[in-house]
């Protein structure tokens, strides 16, 4: 979509630029660093303890070890924005 949108730039640049640009949040993520991008939302890694879980096929409880994973909660201009499209869908119909 970015190259069609911009021409000027071949697609193997547009696709190495996108391609750096989430290299490098993984790895900011890996790291346990936090990302911001004003407007969209930011991105952050918590921590899920240890627990005991349970197998939906046979119903057998297992343990499920603690790990870390990523977050994304949305900026207030993004949760506008597709708030405002929702409202004006509803509106249409």
């Known amino acids: ?3 069609s949108r911009f021409p000027q730039f071949a697609l193997r640049d547009v696709d190495l630029a996108v391609n ?3 290299d ?4 900011s993520l890996v790291h346990g660093q936090r990302i911001e991008i004003r407007g969209f939302g ?3 890694v918590t921590t899920r303890a240890a627990r005991m ?6 119903g057998e409880t297992v343990h499920v070890p603690a790990k ?3 977050h994304f909660k949305a900026g207030k201009e993004l949760r506008e ?7 004006a869908e509803q509106k249409q119909r």
């Open 24 to 27: 490098s949040m993984t790895e």
């Open 1 to 3: 979509m970015l190259a």
């Open 68 to 70: 870390r994973v990523p």
């Open 42 to 44: 930011s991105f952050t």
């Open 20 to 22: 750096v640009l989430l």
């Open 53 to 58: 879980g349970r197998n939906p096929r046979s």
């Open 81 to 87: 924005r597709v708030d405002a499209t929702f409202i």
